[in-house]
């Protein structure tokens, strides 16, 4: 063994012979890698060694057993003992003094125990949740999906398990290019579709290419989805608010701006509401053949229509200037990470050589599974049944808010999975309603938060999700809400 020094690190007794009950302890934490078999046990008592240093289980300054006392002691061999002091003293984990044995070093920092939950959630004990964006995760067709997933692997070649074409499985991309352009009229050519892990990374992907294109900053819509502008930011892209008018993204603003990118969500715009008109869909794609210039659209609820006829994707009136993205965020799950990009032909390649240095390819057998449920009808099925759903909360919160909020102004409520509500002025001002309605457990998301400076004034204005909570969830919670903006206190309500 290698030596650092003669003079051992001042720490713990000893646990040299096993003496004491700590050591006892530790010691049994490599019994196990005493026991499996031979072919193994080497790496496995050094594995189980870097893991007590790393818990802390042996701390900074502790003495080992001699080679010879812990080989007895675990009945193997004194060689593997010898072996792993040797390895873990050149991985820093042990130091060794000529004539003072091995002691476990302080290189190492013991790791922090468990692991944190980082997955959005409401501060504090919450009664009901009315921020927007996630559907209602019970509807994910467990059954139906479970079933393809066992078909899938049944048929899978050995061959499908290596690593992927990075724009994703051939019959997904023949699958989504078909889907889209029969329920959204969508130019998709599967040679130039890319599946990415939801509309996110679909955004940074896009945002890498502009910035080695030599664009600085890209347009986004005010008030418009927050998340776009940290997406682009972790891209090197700064974001310009540009405002909104009763027919969609204002073009002269656009126009004085001097980007060449801008993301919109022209179907459904969030949080608004507002299907852009055919003469601002028009105005917006001149913009872009004129600049040379690149729309992303962010499809993000395009396939929920209540009221109305749905609305073709602006992709399909210029495939060449319009990045189309989606995902099966809202109509199966967020938690499956799986969406879509298409790309005009100029960027297709390098978006795919992106995609390959960042993930080399979303996971195949997730992939084959969204493909047979595609094709064989199980996602058409899925869509009616959320829209069946979606339409039945939609009313009850429309009927519950009507009922509790007299004079409530509501928009939005054709399509989606949200509602825009501005309340009568005299529930305002805004700050004292939502520090109530927080006191009372409920949690709400202000249409200021989606604007770029964030400022409120006296009106109450509300971005309500629906989509997630059953009809008696929805008319129980505004209840709730209504009491607690009236009276000041929280509502005794068990949670839901």
């Avoid at 715009?269 to 869909?281: E, N």
């Avoid at 505004?478 to 607690?484: F, I, P």
């Amino acid at each position: 063994m290698t030596s650092s020094g003669t003079n051992p690190p001042p720490g713990p007794a000893s646990y040299d012979g096993g003496e004491g009950g700590g050591a006892s302890a530790a010691w049994e934490l490599l019994l196990p890698a005493a026991s499996a078999p031979a072919r193994r046990r080497g790496r496995a008592l050094q594995s189980a060694l870097r893991d007590a240093v790393r818990s802390g289980r042996l701390p900074a300054g502790t003495r080992l057993p001699a080679s010879r006392e812990l080989a007895a002691d675990l009945g193997v061999s004194r060689g593997l003992v010898t072996e792993a002091y040797e390895q873990l003293t050149a991985e820093s984990y042990l130091r060794a003094g000529r004539g003072a044995g091995t002691w476990v070093s302080g290189a190492v920092r013991p790791a922090a125990q468990g692991a944190r939950d980082l997955s959005p959630r409401a501060p504090g004990p919450r009664v009901v949740d009315f921020r927007p964006g996630t559907p209602d995760l019970a509807l994910f067709p467990r059954g139906a999906w479970a079933a393809t997933h066992r078909t899938v692997l049944d048929r899978l070649p050995h061959s499908s398990l290596g690593y992927p074409d990075p724009r994703g499985l051939p019959e997904l991309r023949v699958a989504l290019a078909s889907l889209l352009a029969r329920r959204r009229g969508v130019v998709a050519d599967p040679e130039r579709l890319v599946v990415c892990s939801g509309v996110a990374q679909a955004t940074t992907l896009l945002g890498f290419v502009l910035r080695e294109r030599g664009e600085a900053a890209v347009g986004v819509e005010d008030p418009g989805s927050p998340e776009h502008a940290s997406l682009f930011a972790s891209t090197g892209l700064k974001t310009l608010p540009l405002p909104l008018d009763d027919e969609g993204l204002a073009v002269e603003p656009l126009l004085r701006s001097g980007v060449r990118a801008v993301v919109t969500t022209p179907a459904h715009q969030f949080p608004t509401g507002i299907a852009y008109s055919s003469g601002r869909r028009g105005a917006l794609l001149d913009w872009a053949r004129r600049t040379s210039g690149v729309i992303m659209e962010d499809d993000y609820d395009g396939d929920f229509r209540y009221d109305r006829a749905p609305v073709g994707a602006l992709q399909g009136l210029d495939p060449e200037h319009v990045v189309y993205t989606g995902s099966v965020s809202k109509s199966l799950a967020p938690g499956l990470r799986l969406g879509w990009l298409i790309a005009p032909a100029s960027m297709t390649d390098a978006i795919v050589a992106r995609k390959r240095t960042m993930d080399l390819g979303n996971p195949s057998v997730d992939q084959a599974v969204l493909a047979d449920f595609v094709a064989g009808g199980g996602y058409d099925r899925q869509l009616r049944r959320c829209q069946r759903a979606y339409r039945e909360r939609r009313d009850a919160m429309t009927e519950a808010l009507s009922a509790h909020f007299p004079g409530v102004e509501v928009s939005g409520i054709s399509a989606g999975l949200h509602i825009i509500a501005r309340l009568p002025e005299r529930f305002g001002p805004q700050d004292e309603f939502l520090r109530r309605a927080a006191a009372a457990g409920i949690a709400l998301r202000a249409l200021s938060d989606c604007t770029a400076g964030g400022a409120r004034d006296s009106t109450v204005r509300l971005v309500l999700g629906y989509a997630h909570l059953a009809p008696a969830v929805v008319e129980h919670g505004v209840r709730l809400l209504a009491e607690a903006v009236r009276h000041g206190r929280a509502p005794q309500a068990p949670a839901v």
